[in-house]
């Protein structure tokens, strides 16, 4: 894949885009959760 | 220097201006010893997200470990995902908010407090603060020294000038402005670095033909691979490790799980989460950490290796023997003599923003460590903004003095020896506090000290590369490495961090075990 034969090697890479993108779904979906929680639990 | 001179100045100064600009908007924000150790409390998403990448990207990853993927592959990549999967999305979902709730709970401003007030023990804050003061000066050195000998070979600038003067700027900051200070500057550098990062790769990928070409020219290098790798196991720069070899070892157990497990408990990352009001801010951070992760990690890790394609077509010599053996020359060779100009300067910035913004946080992170963990003048738990400026001070001198005595090719393994530590002697411990409603302080002693302990000689008489440094193993019995290979290559985070987990999970057993007993008739 783009030049690189291991697996090894674009799995690795192709594991990084999907957490980041995780990141970024993570951000969007709570983007409006968690407001003013102070010191209550923090889950 | 190849760049114009008189263009490479103003740019800088107008950077420095900018840092002294928001150092000072951090001192006259900082009325108290609240703002100096933890921001108020009330730092912005976008700033947390940036600062804390920018802290944990330092040059370290940048030229220590771009320098290092230049000799070994692209098989650090599996770094870059644990640093998004564990650096970013797990130390703040799973970690950052319980840290960030317990922090306003108990009103902790440091690491070790936050610990000592979840067990209720001074104890467990002093050991906390002391291999806190013990550890951190090594890996402050490392960042010390990579930005000093980066400036050293960019302005041909003595390296003893480069280095006391690099120290004093960001000390003068830290000290004065604090936590808010640090944070406000930080997010400035990762903005820097974030851009230098993308330019650097488009550009190697334009230079080298393309994503394919480049690839699979670095793929075609395979041959290459000098007869001492080869027989420890390397297969190319765009291939992994022979499996268990002793290559593969050090790569996935000191590099990819020393550094990218180690990231949960750093203390400076950690206080972090304690800055932000409520857990919108660090659900708004992930999004911006995630991103910020992957370009500074994953773009050191692909040109890294892709500078010796780059190396052989104008050299005809791989980059680690174009940088005359020293890893850590690597990346700044390649920059110097295959970017332009202008390129070169934004660059020369990132990596200077990369280093002061750990460094900032660092020097800062010892300094509240000593200046009030470790103080015994403090009373009621009452900071002094005197004693903790004080305490910086002094922990930036032994730092620079450190930076000293430090050998050659140090930036990468100082952040792997800090970040081992710090996760053998804290992760258990951190969670337990974090997740339990009634810790238990016993067990949390018997956790830090297996885990420093089994960290120590495990790095003092079996780790190969610190042990015949340190010689203790040597003195004692003769050889290097008390086992036998590959025992010698296993970082000590994979022995160290399980002993400590064990000793925790042992000893809240043996505990209900024992409540259980005391509550039969």
């Known amino acids: 894949m783009f030049g690189i034969s291991d697996p090894g090697i674009w799995i690795g890479y192709l594991l990084s885009f999907l957490l980041t993108a995780g990141c970024i779904a993570y951000g969007i979906i709570n983007w409006k959760n968690g407001c003013n929680e102070g010191s209550e639990d923090g889950s | ?236 720069w765009a291939s992994m490790p022979e499996f268990l070899s002793p290559i593969w070892l050090t790569m996935i157990t000191t590099m990819v799980l020393g550094v990218g497990i180690g990231v949960i408990a750093q203390p400076q990352l950690a206080v972090r989460f304690m800055t932000v009001k409520d857990n919108r801010s660090i659900h708004r951070a992930v999004m911006i950490g995630g991103p910020f992760v992957l370009m500074m990690t994953g773009v050191a890790f692909t040109v890294g290796p892709l500078t010796n394609v780059w190396f052989i077509e104008q050299n005809g010599v791989l980059a680690v023997n174009a940088a005359g053996g020293n890893v850590d020359s690597v990346i700044p060779l390649y920059i110097n003599s295959a970017m332009p100009d202008l390129f070169i300067i934004i660059f020369m910035l990132a990596l200077l923003a990369a280093a002061m913004s750990t460094l900032s946080s660092l020097f800062h992170t010892m300094g509240t460590t000593i200046g009030y963990d470790l103080n015994p003048l403090v009373k009621e738990g009452i900071p002094s903004l005197k004693a903790i400026q004080l305490g910086t001070l002094a922990m930036i001198v032994v730092s620079t003095v450190v930076a000293y005595a430090l050998p050659q090719n140090i930036i990468a393994r100082a952040t792997v020896i800090f970040m081992g530590l710090c996760a053998a002697s804290f992760i258990p411990a951190f969670t337990h506090a974090l997740y339990s409603a009634k810790p238990s302080v016993s067990a949390a002693k018997v956790s830090i000290t297996a885990g420093a302990l089994s960290w120590f000689l495990w790095t003092a008489f079996v780790h190969v590369k610190e042990s015949s440094v340190l010689g203790l193993s040597d003195a004692i019995f003769g050889v290097p490495s008390v086992l036998p290979m590959p025992w010698g290559v296993v970082n000590p985070i994979i022995i160290a961090l399980p002993i400590s987990a064990a000793a925790l999970l042992v000893m809240l057993a043996i505990q209900k075990q024992d409540r259980l007993q005391n509550a039969q008739p």
């Open chain 2, 1 to 236: 220097m190849a760049v114009d001179t008189l263009t490479f100045t103003i740019i800088t100064l107008v950077y420095l201006a900018a840092v002294i600009l928001l150092g000072y908007l951090g001192y006259r924000k900082t009325k108290g010893s609240d703002d100096f150790l933890v921001a108020g409390r009330k730092i912005n998403p976008v700033v947390l997200a940036l600062s804390y990448g920018a802290t944990f990207i330092s040059t370290s990853a940048i030229v220590g470990f771009g320098g290092i993927s230049a000799q070994l592959g692209m098989g650090l990549v599996w770094l870059t995902v644990l640093c998004i999967g564990v650096g970013v999305l797990t130390a703040f979902i799973v970690y950052g908010k319980k840290t960030r709730a317990l922090g306003h709970k108990t009103g902790a401003l440091t690491y070790p407090d936050l610990l000592g007030k979840c067990y209720n023990s001074r104890f467990i804050q002093k050991i906390s603060a002391f291999i806190i003061v013990v550890s951190m000066p090594i890996y402050t050195a490392a960042i010390l020294i990579g930005g000093a000998r980066f400036i050293e070979t960019t302005l041909s600038i003595p390296y003893d000038t480069a280095l006391i003067g690099f120290a004093a700027i960001v000390a003068l900051y830290v000290i004065l402005g604090g936590l808010i200070a640090v944070m406000y500057t930080d997010a400035l550098q990762g903005i820097i670095m974030f851009v230098g990062m993308t330019v650097l790769l488009v550009l190697t990928y334009v230079y080298l033909g393309g994503v394919g070409t480049a690839n699979a020219a670095l793929d075609a290098l395979a041959p290459l691979v000098p007869e001492n790798l080869a027989a420890a196991g390397m297969t190319g």
